[in-house]
């Protein structure tokens, strides 16, 4: 078993990331380690009620825990304020009161909806998040950022609420769909590209195991990448900076999946293309030296993808703008020096975000 600390200043207090293959079964003493008040509701959508559900409840109960399961239908469709709203109505008719604590069981949209719900639920009770997605598992469940999507835009409407800890259990891939495990990877490869070239070797190393979804190789990866989240938003809890390199491949990434109205690519599978344009610009840019940018470009083709959507420029550009709006007036665009670190840059205009556009077209067609 692996863990780990997210440690934060200020006010609030740190929380462990515990790694490791049948801790599902160990969520109930763990969560009375952690003092989660004695009556739990499980948070879960429909499709990991049915899978874990029964397992999270049953080890809650044999640590003595009151313990309920909430569902809600799956998909990014439910991090709205209405399917939070149904959420409120279960926790009053089952009578959760203020001594009473919220398990958010699932991926990702489980985890941001749960969270908020928890920081939001009687001006907040403490939560607790078990993550089931590889993406959750390595990016969405650590750095208690909560919220749900407004019709306007993804992630407008939430709450910073640090969970009691995270409880990885690497076993629950198992049943994932392979084409999310895939699309997970690629934010794996992001933390390995931003902040560890150690684990960019691992992954070189181990990718046809990865790919497989072999379950020792996975727990690897998910240590390696939630240790550099957790590192990264230990020392930027709130965004401020450092935070920012955690968008690497995102810009464009965003832009794919707005362009295409979050139908046509998962979001890995955005950032997997976004993350080749952007190794493009810094060899451009002159930080990034030829060989590992096709280092980098050779680990990036063996990810399973679909094509890249086919899209006018102007669109491109449209929704970075309408990013950057949203963002507040500037365009962070993250690059990276060497396999290991990345810098931002302020200075990416519009023609450099089509000359890798163009890029990424030309790679499509096979004619780089
Ligand atoms: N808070 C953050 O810092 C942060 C960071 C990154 C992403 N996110 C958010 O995460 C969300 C995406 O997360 P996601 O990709 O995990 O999506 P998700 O939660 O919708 O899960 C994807 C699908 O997999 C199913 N599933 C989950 N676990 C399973 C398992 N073990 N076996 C079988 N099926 C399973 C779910 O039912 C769902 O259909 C987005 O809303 C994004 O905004 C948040
Ligand atoms: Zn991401």
Same mark, same amino acid.
């Given at each position: 078993m692996h863990t780990l600390k997210v440690r934060l200043e200020e006010r609030e207090r740190g929380y462990p990331i515990y790694i490791g293959r049948g801790l599902l079964s160990q969520l109930g003493e763990v969560a009375r380690r952690h003092g989660l008040p004695e009556h739990v509701a499980v948070i879960a959508d429909s499709t990991v009620a049915e899978l874990y559900g029964e397992a999270a409840l049953s080890s809650l109960r044999s640590a003595g825990y009151k313990a309920e399961l909430l569902t809600f239908p799956p998909g @990014? *469709? #439910?991090? =709205?304020l209405e399917a939070a709203a149904g959420l409120y109505d279960g926790l009053l008719a089952r009578r959760l009161d203020r001594r009473s604590a919220i398990i958010a069981l699932g991926g990702g949209v489980t985890g941001d909806l749960g969270g908020f719900v928890a920081a939001t639920y009687l001006r907040g009770i403490p939560w607790a998040v078990v993550p089931t997605t590889l993406l959750a598992q390595v990016d969405?469940? +650590? *750095? /208690?950022k909560t919220g749900v999507d407004h019709p306007r835009g993804k992630n407008l409407i939430g709450a910073f609420h640090q969970p009691r800890f995270v409880l990885t259990d690497p @076993?629950? %891939? #198992? =049943?994932?769909p392979r084409r999310e495990l895939h699309a997970g990877l690629a934010e794996v490869v992001k933390s390995a590209l931003i902040w560890d070239e150690a684990l960019f070797r691992f992954i070189e190393e181990r990718l046809a195991a990865l790919l497989s979804g072999e379950l020792a190789a996975l727990e690897g990866a998910i240590a390696g990448a939630a240790r550099v989240k957790a590192e990264v938003v230990s020392r930027d809890e709130r965004e401020? /900076? %450092? &935070? &920012? +390199?955690?968008?690497? /491949?995102h810009t464009i990434a965003h832009a794919l999946e707005a362009a295409t109205g979050y139908?046509? %690519? %998962?979001h890995g599978e955005a950032v997997a293309w976004g993350m080749r344009a952007a190794v493009w610009l810094s060899q451009e840019r002159g930080l990034l030296a030829s060989a590992e940018r096709a280092r980098v470009e050779a680990l990036l083709r063996r990810l399973p993808r679909p094509p890249l959507p086919e899209l006018s420029p102007r669109e491109l550009l449209d929704c970075i703008r309408h990013d950057k709006k949203v963002l507040g007036g500037r365009l962070h665009f993250v690059l990276l020096r060497r396999i290991g670190e990345a810098v931002v840059n302020t200075g990416i205009g519009e023609e450099a975000l089509l000359a890798a556009w163009k890029y990424l077209e030309d790679l499509q067609r096979g004619n780089p």
């Open positions: @990014e *469709g #439910s991090k =709205t969405a469940a +650590i *750095g /208690g @076993e629950t %891939l #198992s =049943t994932l401020g /900076g %450092l &935070r &920012r +390199i955690l968008n690497f /491949g139908q046509h %690519l %998962l």
